[in-house]
Structures are given as C-alpha cells and as structure tokens.
C-alpha cells in the first residue's frame, strides 16, 4: 500500500516558515505581492510560483525545462506530483517537520520551485538569499538542508560547513570537485532528475568513506524503479511523478531496478572510426589533468568519420598548448581512440539559461 496521497492538499502546513516569518495563506500571498512589486528579481520569481502554487483555479504549475539537450519549452506538472515528489525527498534524506532550509537557485526552474514547494508542504523553516554563484557568502547559519549546482558549490567549499545536508544537481559533479569535498563534514550528494521527472528521481553520497574508494551507484526514491531499453538508455517508472513511463536518452550501466551508474548521453555519442565514444567517460578521464571547464566533441573526418576534439575555456597560450598535448599523448588513463585530435581555446562558453555550457552553439560559434 502506497504512502502517498492522490490529493495535494494541505498546501501550507501549519508549521511552514518563511525568512523568520510564520505565515498563514493569506500573510504569504500578501508576502508574495510585495516580492512582484518590490522586491528583487529573484525575489519577483518567488512571489510570482507561489501565487501561482496557491490558485486554485489550475492544479498545475508551468515549469520551463533547462535546455541542456535541446530548446527551452514550457511543460505542466500538477500540483499533485511536486507534493508527492516533496514528501519522497524528505523520507529519503530523512527531513522532518522543522527542517531549516536554504533556498539559493532560482524559483522560475524546477529545483527553485521544488524547494518551496517542500517548505511549503512539509512544515519547513525556509529562508532565502540571492541565487548567485557564491551563495553562502552573506550566510552566518547553520542550516539543515540546501540544493545547489555544481558550480554554486565549487564557490561555497570554505563556508560549506554551514549545511548540514546539500543535494547538488544541474549537472555532473566533476572528478576535481569531489576530490575537494572529501573531509568535509557536510553530507553531499549529487542526484540525477530532469524537470520532467519533478526534479531527482534518484542520489548518491560522493563524500563519504565508501565513496572516496570507489564511485557509488545512483539510488532512486522510493516508488520509482528503472530499467533499460534496447539502447542501454534509462528507462523510469515513476507513477507518482508522471503519468508516463519515461524513456531518457541517458546510458546507464544497471545494477538493480533500484540503482545505475550512469555513462553518458546517446544523442552526445561519437563513432570514430567506427569505435563508439561517450565523451562524458572522456571528460572524466580529463578532469585530472584540466582544471578549467571543457568539454570533448566532435566534428566530421573523411578517414574517422567523427574526429574527437577538445574545447577549454580559456585564452590560447602557446605553452599550455603544448603542456596538455603532451599530458594528453602520455596518459595512460586514456585509451588511444579517446585522446582528442585537435584543441581549441574559447575565452567563454556559449551557456543555457541555467548555466550548463551549450557545446552545439560553442562549437558553431568557434567555427563560423
């Protein structure tokens, strides 16, 4: 028998707190009216979902998804499934009532939203600050749980003690940056979701003793289990988050119905000379010996078909140049097929709206 409710209600719960305020329905609408009118911009996307979390008139909120693998649109998820995904974030990283949270991304995506929506629905005590890319830095509280994004976090280590449970979505966690939170007190865990899956379906600890010798499988939430397709692309079944069984274009490696490694995305796959290569596991490989961010693509060859190729964000210099090449050609990490042909230095990379580099525009931008 299921825990879950189909309804959504309560949507406030009585102990729901708000930046030091208990607000009933009525104070947070009259909070929210003030943010639109007032406030900050990201204080305006705050008063703006929770309006639009409190009309009655619609059991469904209208999420824009990141853009990471194609056009930014526009989807509905009901009211029902951001409650349902809420409660099984709270059991599985175990957040009662009371629990004080930090809200820092932005309320006009999914993981925004979901924050206070779990304040909201669960009793918590939430507080707000600009969701810039050092967040912590105007913070002198310890609180209990915060969701950041990888880059948010590689700019909050020194003060990072002030959380004590933070999820870390948005993208990969790099191989450097799980080496700089080994020792640090805070539990970490980096998840894996999709605006379409009400956020993280699935986590994993990447900072604790288990994981410092090895990586650990993803781990889905309750009620939700995953297989594979003919591709070895994920496949979840997540009832109380959608309607729909939802086929990823994401290669796993499975281990259980409830736990995956993940490799890469199929539609990122590059056949060279006729070996298939995720640049994901690449990129892996690199991050021991690139600091910067980059990313490994492709473009067409008349002998390979694709010919890999590395992009760094940076400005060209002649003996970095020369550094990597040789890094490169001797890493043993590396097999022969995945060391890049060619390296280019772009001083910035073409982004989404949420922050994730764009490789189609870079690559079309450096090359035009």
């Known amino acids: ?33 003030l943010y639109i009118n007032e406030g900050e911009p990201y204080e305006e996307q705050i008063g703006e979902f929770i309006l639009e979390w409190l009309d009655d008139e619609k059991d469904y909120v209208e999420v824009k998804t990141s853009g990471s693998t194609g056009t930014p649109k526009i989807i509905q998820i009901k009211k029902e499934y951001m409650v349902n995904s809420a409660k099984a974030t709270a059991k599985f990283f175990k957040l009662p009532e009371e629990t004080t949270a930090l809200l820092c991304l932005p309320a006009t995506y999914i993981a925004g939203k979901m924050m206070l929506v779990r304040a909201m629905v669960l009793g918590w005590h939430l507080e707000s600050v600009p969701p810039k890319s050092n967040p912590l830095d105007q913070v002198y509280k310890r609180f209990d749980f915060c969701a950041m994004t990888p880059f948010q976090l590689d700019n909050s280590l020194a003060r990072l003690h002030l959380i004590q449970k933070l999820i ?11 080496r700089l939170v080994q020792g640090i007190p805070t539990k970490i865990y980096e998840t894996y979701g ?51 069984i939802i086929v990823t274009n994401d290669v796993v490696e499975l281990v259980t119905y409830k736990k995956f ?33 980059f990313f490994v693509t492709s473009l067409p060859d008349d002998a390979l078909g694709d010919r890999l190729i590395l992009f760094i964000e940076a400005e060209f210099n002649e003996e970095v140049l020369q550094h990597l090449t040789e890094e490169i ?23 989404t709206h949420t922050g994730k580099v764009d490789r189609i525009r870079t690559l079309k931008a450096r090359l035009t």
């Open 261 to 293: 490694f993940w490799k890469g995305r199929i539609d990122h796959v590059i056949n060279s000379g006729g070996v298939k290569i995720h640049p994901e596991q690449v990129e892996n490989k690199l991050q021991t010996i690139i600091l910067q961010r």
């Open 168 to 178: 870390v979505g948005g993208g990969a966690v790099s191989v450097h940056l799980k």
């Open 329 to 351: 050609k001797n890493s043993k990490k590396l097999e022969k097929f995945e060391k890049p042909k060619k390296i280019y230095f772009v001083e910035k990379f073409e982004e």
């Open 194 to 244: 999709m605006t379409e899956t009400v956020t993280h379906i699935a986590a994993r600890r990447i900072n604790s003793k288990k994981s410092r010798k090895k990586a650990l499988p993803f781990k889905v939430l309750n009620n939700i289990s995953v297989s594979q397709d003919d591709r070895n692309c994920l496949v979840i079944k997540a009832p109380m988050v959608s309607e729909e």
């Open 1 to 33: 028998m299921t825990e879950f409710t189909t309804d959504f209600a309560p949507r406030l719960h009585e102990n729901f707190q708000f930046n030091k305020n208990k607000l009933n329905e009525t104070g947070l609408v009259q909070l929210a009216t």
